[in-house]
């Protein structure tokens, strides 16, 4: 139907490529939706390291663009380098785990069945129970898909060939149920107990629950697995079936039994849920066979097969993938943390660095006020001064010109600072002390004492007494010239 679920099994699926290709074909056969809702496809095999690379679904760029056409490449596929990822969302219906041809019991109700090189290593009769197992697994109207060199699958009648090139095969609709999926027999090689035993051996010990109810009711047979599943003691073989548990739960067996026994015919019951003693929960597929014996059927017998690890592992998968998804989050998280701590570190570094230019800007203010205080001081000294005070730098340039120079000459300090001397216009003969001046300045930087006739800013026609003297500093190379100028006549 529309609806029906659709499951493939990659048996012997290696590194998961089949199980990919199935997942691109019937996403592409059914859409993006209904192959959420309805399509799983299992992959097994019995190499736990292959299913490992399988669940990982990446692959080599270069394989995937050789396999696919590159509209699935772009659709199904993310790059990521040199690989291709498998779509995450889509991911969900493929289902890796672990399974051995041998030994496992099949996965039921399948659709679509693909096993290629993988047959070819088992010797003919294991290949046939192989294939005995698969008949059992696929749904009425299932498709095999073998590879090249298994041949062996026409010659057990169990399947019909649809395309033979291709080696694709049917289980028929309406074909009566395969052969259980264990031997009844064991191979000839282990021929050692004599045949009777060796038919109960290996309903004893088949990894299947099995129990079988004879024409009168009474629970004939019961295997060891079936007794452990259902809790069965040894005394309640030979019991009436009606008076055990197992009659009427998990699921109503008696109504059933009776069918086969009226219409032998196989009938089966799929999804039973059974409450383990541990709590957990297990899904078991009955299937019901009549035996029939002298054309009369004497038994049914019940084979349970345990459909339910399927759903565990399939509760495992989203656990992995929540678990990577929780892994990347835990990732993002220790860079989001290790970022913080950078910022935290450079925070800390920018307070200690805010800290030392409060400490030096505190230091400059204090040697500013300092600074305010000596000049305070300086003018003072310089004011009270009786004569004029003129300092000059090594370029002559005026640096300081005090409160009686200004008195003298009728300039004012503002004016002529910065100018340079020899420049300047004043009544004093200031050629007459180039001379000087410059002998000041020079590394011997001599003391000259000299009268030179003047005329004061009032115009009026005066003597001075003029000093040149080396400005010194910690008694280096004289850094410029103080020229002391003295009305002649009055007090210094
Ligand atoms: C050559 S690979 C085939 C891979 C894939 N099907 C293909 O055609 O490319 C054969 C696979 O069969 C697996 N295998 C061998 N014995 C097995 C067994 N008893 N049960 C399940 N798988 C088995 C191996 O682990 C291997 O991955």
Same mark, same amino acid.
């Given at each position: 139907g529309q609806d029906a679920p659709l499951r493939a099994w990659s048996a012997g699926c290696a590194s998961g490529e089949e199980a990919y290709s199935l997942a691109v074909v019937l996403c592409d056969a059914v859409g993006e939706? #209904?192959?959420?809702?309805?399509?799983?496809? =299992?992959?097994?095999?019995?190499?736990?390291?292959?299913?490992?690379? #399988?669940?990982?679904?990446? =692959?080599?760029? &270069?394989?995937?663009?050789?396999?696919?056409?590159?509209?699935?490449?772009?659709?199904?596929?993310?790059?990521?380098?040199?690989?291709?990822?498998?779509?995450?969302?889509?991911?969900?219906?493929?289902?890796?785990?672990?399974?051995?041809?041998?030994q496992d019991p099949p996965i039921s109700r399948v659709d679509i069945l693909v096993c290629r090189n993988t047959l070819m290593y088992f010797n003919a009769d294991t290949q046939r129970r192989i294939l005995s197992s698969f008949h059992f697994a696929?749904?009425?109207?299932?498709?095999?898909?073998?590879?090249?060199?298994?041949?062996?699958?026409?010659?057990?009648?169990?399947?019909?060939?649809?395309?033979?090139?291709?080696?694709?095969?049917?289980?028929?609709?309406?074909?009566?149920?395969?052969?259980?999926?264990?031997?009844?027999?064991?191979?000839?090689?282990?021929?050692?107990?004599?045949?009777?035993?060796?038919?109960?051996?290996?309903?004893?010990?088949?990894? +299947?629950?099995?129990?079988v109810v004879d024409r009168a009711g009474i629970l004939a047979l019961a295997n060891r697995h079936a007794r452990t599943l259902f809790g069965l003691g040894l005394n309640q073989v030979g019991r009436p079936f009606k008076d055990l548990e197992l009659s009427y739960r998990p699921?109503?067996?008696?109504?059933?039994?009776?069918? +086969?026994?009226?219409?032998?015919?196989p009938t089966t019951v799929s999804d039973?849920?059974?409450?383990?003693?541990?709590?957990?929960?297990?899904?078991?597929? #009955?299937?019901?066979?009549?035996?029939?014996?002298?054309?009369?059927? &004497?038994?049914? #017998?019940?084979?349970?097969?345990?459909?339910?690890?399927?759903?565990?592992?399939?509760?495992?998968?989203?656990?992995?993938?929540?678990?990577?998804?929780n892994e990347e989050l835990e990732?993002?998280?220790?860079?989001?943390?290790?970022?913080?701590?950078?910022?935290?570190?450079?925070?800390?570094?920018?307070?200690?660095?805010?800290?030392?230019?409060?400490?030096?800007?505190?230091?400059?203010?204090?040697?500013?006020?300092?600074?305010?205080?000596?000049n305070v001081y300086l003018e003072a000294i310089l004011g009270s001064m009786g &004569?004029?005070?003129?300092?000059?730098?090594?370029?002559?340039?005026?640096?300081?010109?005090?409160?009686?120079?200004?008195?003298?000459?009728g300039l004012r300090s503002e004016e002529v600072e910065g100018q340079h001397f020899l420049n300047l216009d004043i009544g004093l003969p200031i050629d007459e002390l180039s001379q000087p001046i410059r002998a000041a300045v020079t590394a011997e930087g001599e003391i000259v004492d000299i009268r030179l006739p003047a005329v004061n800013r009032r115009g009026r026609a005066i003597d001075v007494d003029v000093r040149v003297a080396p400005l010194r500093r910690d008694g280096q190379a004289p850094d410029g010239a103080i020229v002391l100028v003295r009305q002649a006549g009055e007090p210094a």
């Open positions: 939706d #209904a192959f959420r809702q309805r399509v799983k496809v =299992y992959g097994t095999d019995a190499d736990e390291e292959a299913l490992a690379t #399988a669940r990982l679904g990446r =692959y080599r760029a &270069s394989a995937v663009k050789g396999a696919l056409n590159s509209e699935q490449v772009e659709r199904y596929f993310e790059a990521d380098g040199d690989d291709m990822v498998f779509r995450k969302d889509l991911r969900r219906a493929v289902i890796f785990g672990r399974h051995d041809l041998v696929l749904s009425e109207g299932g498709y095999l898909f073998l590879g090249k060199s298994e041949a062996l699958v026409s010659r057990t009648g169990l399947f019909t060939p649809v395309d033979h090139k291709r080696h694709i095969f049917m289980k028929e609709r309406g074909a009566r149920l395969g052969r259980p999926p264990f031997p009844q027999t064991a191979p000839a090689a282990a021929r050692a107990v004599p045949p009777d035993d060796l038919g109960e051996m290996t309903f004893e010990n088949a990894p +299947v629950a099995q129990i699921v109503e067996l008696r109504s059933r039994i009776d069918q +086969v026994f009226n219409e032998r015919r039973v849920q059974l409450t383990l003693a541990g709590g957990g929960v297990e899904y078991l597929d #009955a299937y019901l066979l009549p035996i029939v014996t002298d054309s009369e059927t &004497s038994a049914v #017998a019940l084979t349970f097969l345990e459909v339910g690890r399927y759903i565990n592992e399939e509760l495992e998968t989203t656990n992995e993938e929540l678990q990577s998804t990732t993002t998280n220790e860079e989001l943390h290790s970022t913080n701590e950078e910022l935290e570190t450079m925070n800390e570094e920018l307070q200690s660095t805010n800290e030392e230019l409060e400490a030096t800007n505190n230091e400059l203010r204090q040697r500013t006020l300092d600074l305010d205080d000596s &004569s004029g005070v003129i300092v000059l730098n090594r370029q002559l340039t005026v640096r300081v010109w005090n409160r009686v120079s200004e008195d003298l000459w």
